[in-house]
């Protein structure tokens, strides 16, 4: 099955092994991600001014463009999923904000492509019993802490993923692949999001917050769905001039763990250049390389 | 706090640009304060989230001052709670909105630090700057 995919401004450069393993685990499970022939990026932020018409143009041009890829698109990032799903919400309720856009960038998105999150595919197509039968190297034993962070979630009219106070689609996912998923009252919290530009302090703080409740709870890794929670939970982690402290968890994405499940190679994890490597946490699981 | 409250502030073109910009109703928050015992930044506010909406709802001009506006990272977690449906996220951001048109900017791209900068994931960058900066 072929499945148009936008990858998105972060995917194609600083999260290049999200993108990575995701392609090579959707692979595997039988759905090819085709790249959207030409993008551009969404803005990253949704306007929440109800003024500002513009900065919807960017997500709507992006739909366009998948709307003539097929009937759906898929994201892997979860803040081009939270731009591209309300933006495609948004036009839906208000058909002559579409019409006003529409007249602007000279391109008639007829408000008809379904927007999805990879997770969502994996649930709603493939489904969990069938994800676990095609495990080969199950993760018996990892305890691994589900982190949703906020833009996968909410809000809910307009995203409708899971529930977003109490969501489990990571929790089955890991349940799936053989971890142990591991509760933490952070799991929903905010890692600080774009304030990592503006107040560093600010969102380092939520975010170590974040991965020591994880840590206190017995996680060994914390597992995103977003290339900026990946960075705002693994950066302040970095070494420093002062060395490491020696508690880090590595921060990985949902589909990295898939990948060491699938047993694909190490080079389909896309597990290097992280701060707090996740490799040698995840060769245990490999084997030895056979698979 | 000394606060003068009068009934032209209360209709004021401050309190219907906040209403417009947001379309939000500002008096449909009752102040249950939930938004406040929610919200993962409260710690790093001047003024909680709730104390915004009441300073707006009563059309304080002053609530353009609090650093509370720009510390809301969005990250919904009060729409999610709010028993009456307000979208505070909106409310801020057009508080944010008046303060940038007006000419504020929050990001200075000079006193960026070039380890993080070039470190930051590219949506942080042109998410924060479309946030933040006009």
């Not at chain 1, 499945?3 to 290049?16: D, N, Q, R």
């Not at chain 1, 009937?71 to 019409?99: F, G, N, S």
Request: proline content about 6%; glycine content about 8%; aromatic content about 6%.
């Amino acid at each position: 099955m072929k499945v148009p995919y936008y990858p998105g401004c972060t995917l194609s450069t600083k999260a290049k092994g999200y993108d990575r393993s995701g392609r090579a685990v959707a692979a595997a499970l039988g759905m090819e991600l085709v790249e959207l022939p030409d993008w551009q990026c969404c803005g990253a932020t949704f306007p929440l001014a109800t003024d500002n018409s513009m900065a919807l143009i960017a997500p709507t041009r992006v739909l366009y463009q998948a709307e003539q890829a097929g009937e759906q698109v898929a994201a892997l990032c979860a803040i081009c999923y939270h731009v591209l799903k309300r933006t495609q919400t948004a036009l839906e309720r208000d058909p002559a904000m579409r019409d006003r856009i529409n007249w602007f960038t000279e391109q008639e998105y007829r408000g008809r492509v379904r927007v999805v999150h990879l997770l969502e595919l994996l649930r709603d197509g493939l489904g969990w019993e069938e994800l676990s039968r095609r495990v080969v190297r199950p993760l018996t034993g990892l305890r691994a802490a589900p982190y949703y962070g906020c833009l996968l979630l909410r809000p809910y009219d307009e995203i409708g993923l899971d529930n977003p106070e109490a969501p489990t689609i990571l929790h089955d996912l890991l349940r799936a692949l053989g971890a142990e998923p591991v509760d933490f009252p952070y799991s929903t919290e905010c890692c600080g999001s774009y304030l990592t530009v503006k107040d560093p302090t600010v969102s380092e703080t939520l975010s170590r917050d974040i991965v020591a409740s994880a840590r206190k709870h017995g996680a060994q890794v914390l597992v995103t769905a977003c290339p900026l929670c990946q960075f705002n939970l693994d950066w302040p982690q970095r070494e420093t001039e002062f060395g490491r402290t020696g508690d880090e968890i590595p921060v990985v994405y949902f589909t990295q763990l898939m990948a060491v499940a699938l047993g694909l190679p190490e080079e389909d994890w896309g597990a290097e250049g992280m701060y707090t490597d996740p490799r040698p946490l995840l060769r245990q699981w490999a084997g030895g390389g056979d698979a | 706090m000394r606060a003068v409250l009068s009934l032209s502030k209360l209709r004021s073109q401050f309190v219907r640009d906040v209403e417009e910009i947001s379309g939000e109703d500002l008096l449909a928050c009752n102040q249950c304060g939930k938004c406040s015992a929610g919200c993962p930044v409260a710690a790093a506010m001047d003024m909680l989230p709730s104390q915004v909406i009441r300073m707006a709802q009563l059309g304080m001009t002053e609530v353009l001052q609090s650093r509370t506006i720009w510390i809301c990272a969005s990250c919904l977690t009060c729409v999610t709670r709010c028993p009456k449906g307000v979208d505070l996220p909106r409310l801020m951001e057009a508080l944010r909105e008046i303060s940038l048109r007006a000419g504020a900017s929050e990001i200075d791209l000079n006193r960026l630090p070039p380890d993080l900068v070039r470190e930051l994931p590219q949506l942080a960058i042109v998410g924060g700057f479309r946030k933040y900066i006009k």
